[in-house]
C-alpha cells in the first residue's frame, strides 16, 4: 500500500511515479507554484526540483513534506526523515512560527503528525479557546432596507429601491455583533479546512467548531487587506490564531477542474527561517551571560547611502576582562547562511557585505554563522588595510556552528558559540 505521506528534502528532486506522486499531484503543484510567483520549486520533465522552501503541501490526498537538509542523507533513510522531521519542527517552535506542548507525550504525537496536521491542531485548539471565552463582538456599520427608519437613510439607494415602496427606508446604521472581520478569517480557515483535509479527527472538530460561526460572514476580502489589521486589546488574544488562520487561507489553492487536487501548503523560507532561528536561540542564552552584560539585538538598520541601510541578521555586545583586569567592549556582527561552503570559500558578496557592516556598524570583527558539514573552524581571518582609513583593523570569520546531531537539535550550540566568542576576543 502507497502511503499518503512524500517525504523528501529541500533542493531534491521528486519524480512522477515515486512514493505514489502523479501526474495529477505534479499538474496542481505545477499551477500552485505559478500562482506564487514560481518561488517554491522548479518544475522539469515530469519532475519537480525543490528550492530552498521547507513545510508541507497536501494536493488531493497526497501529503509532501519537504524536510531540511544540513548534512549527507544517511543509509538509514527513516533515521534521516525522523532526525529533520524533529529539528524543522524545534526551529519553527524556536523562531515563534508555531506552540508546541513540551511534555513527553505530545512530543511523541509531535512525531507521529505531519507539519500540516500539526498546524491544524494548533490552529483548532486556539479557536476552541476563544470560542470558551467567547468570540468578540465589534460595532460596524450595516446597510439595510426596512420598514422602520434607524439611522442614516440612504437618499440614492432610497429613490433606486424604494421608489414605489414608500413604506421602506433603505438605511444604513451600526450594529454591535460577533460578525467582524477576525470571525470572519476563522470562520473561512475552518471551511478550508472540513474541505481539504485528509485527517478524519481534524476534519471533524473544524466542523464541530463551525457551528458556533452560523451567524458569522466567511471572509471574502483581497490578501492585502490581511496585512493591514489591527488588533486592540479585545482582539489581542486573537493575534496567534489570526496568524495561523491567514497562512490557512495564503496557502489555499482550490481547483474543481476535472482531474485537479486542490492545493493546501505551509511553507517556510530556510534561509529566513535559519536566521529568526538563530536569533531567537541566541537571545535566550542572553540571560547567562548577564555578568559580561550580553546583549543579543536583532537586525538593526543603519542608513550608508542616502535612503538606502543596512541591516545585518545579529548583532551581538558584551563586555569581558582584559589581561590587565580592565573592562573592555566588545561588538560583533553576525550574519546567518544557510548553505554549505569549504572551510575557506565564502562568496565574494558576503565578504563584502560584512565589510560594510564592521564599518557601519563599528565593529572588529563580523561572523559568517553556517550550520557545521565537518568543517573546520579556522578563527578570524583579516581584511587588508583601507586605503581611506589604514590605521582600523577588522576582520571577518567562518564559524561552523553544530546545531544538529542524531536526534535533530544539538541545544548546546548557543551557549557553546557565546562561550567561544567571549573567550576568544
Known amino acids: ?21 502523479k501526474e495529477s499531484h505534479f499538474n496542481a503543484l505545477v499551477k500552485y507554484n505559478d500562482l506564487h510567483g514560481s518561488k517554491y520549486f522548479t518544475p522539469g520533465h515530469r519532475r519537480i526540483i525543490f528550492k530552498s522552501y521547507v513545510g508541507v503541501i497536501q494536493a488531493g490526498d497526497k501529503v509532501i513534506e519537504v524536510l531540511p537538509k544540513a548534512d549527507n542523507l544517511s543509509k538509514d533513510e527513516d533515521r534521516t526523515k525522523n532526525k529533520w522531521h524533529s529539528a524543522l519542527l524545534y526551529m519553527l517552535k524556536k523562531a515563534g512560527y508555531i506552540r508546541l506542548d513540551d511534555t513527553e507525550k505530545a512530543s511523541q504525537q509531535y512525531s507521529k503528525n505531519n507539519l500540516l496536521e500539526i498546524y491544524l491542531y494548533n490552529f483548532l485548539k486556539e479557536v476552541e479557546l476563544l470560542i470558551h471565552c467567547g468570540l468578540v463582538k ?31 427606508f433603505f ?16 470562520k473561512k480557515a475552518l471551511e478550508i479546512i472540513q474541505l481539504t483535509c485528509t485527517n478524519y479527527s481534524i476534519k471533524q472538530n473544524a466542523s464541530k467548531l463551525l457551528l458556533n460561526f452560523e451567524d458569522i460572514n466567511s471572509w471574502r476580502g483581497n490578501y492585502e487587506s490581511l496585512d493591514k489589521l489591527v488588533f486592540d486589546r479585545k482582539t489581542k488574544s486573537y493575534t496567534y490564531a489570526i496568524e495561523l488562520a491567514r497562512m490557512i487561507i495564503m496557502n489555499y489553492n482550490p481547483d474543481m477542474s ?17 536566521e529568526k532561528f538563530i536569533y531567537r536561540i541566541l537571545k535566550s542564552e542572553a540571560l547567562f551571560f548577564s555578568t559580561n552584560k550580553l546583549t543579543v539585538n536583532y537586525q538593526n538598520n543603519r542608513l550608508f ?31 546567518t547562511k544557510w548553505k554549505a561552503i569549504g572551510t575557506n570559500n565564502p562568496s565574494g558578496n558576503d565578504l563584502r557585505q560584512m565589510y560594510a557592516y564592521n564599518f557601519q556598524f563599528g565593529s572588529h570583527q563580523s561572523i559568517l554563522l553556517y550550520p557545521s558539514m565537518g568543517q573546520e573552524n579556522l578563527g578570524p581571518a583579516f581584511f587588508e588595510e583601507s586605503i581611506l582609513i589604514p590605521e582600523i583593523k ?16 544539538n541545544r548546546q550550540f548557543a551557549h557553546n558559540f557565546i562561550t567561544y566568542l567571549i573567550q576568544n576576543q
Open 1 to 21: 500500500m502507497v502511503s499518503k505521506i512524500i517525504t523528501t528534502f529541500e533542493h531534491s528532486i521528486l519524480r512522477i511515479g515515486e512514493q505514489g506522486f
Open 305 to 335: 547611502w542616502k535612503n538606502k541601510t543596512l541591516r545585518p541578521d545579529i548583532l551581538i555586545e558584551f563586555e569581558k576582562k582584559d589581561q590587565a583586569g580592565k573592562d573592555v567592549y566588545c561588538k560583533f556582527i553576525v550574519d
Open 171 to 186: 438605511i444604513e446604521h451600526t450594529i454591535y455583533d460577533r460578525n467582524n472581520v477576525f470571525n470572519s478569517l476563522l
Open 138 to 168: 465589534k460595532y460596524h456599520k450595516v446597510q439595510q432596507n426596512k420598514t422602520v427608519l434607524k439611522g442614516r437613510l440612504l437618499i440614492e439607494r432610497q429613490m433606486l429601491y424604494n421608489i414605489i415602496h414608500k413604506e421602506r
Open 394 to 409: 577588522h576582520g571577518c570569520e567562518l564559524y561552523f556552528a553544530e546545531i544538529f546531531d542524531d536526534s535533530g537539535i
Open 258 to 274: 476535472a482531474g485537479n487536487k486542490p492545493i493546501l501548503a505551509i511553507l517556510f523560507d530556510m534561509n529566513r527561517l535559519f
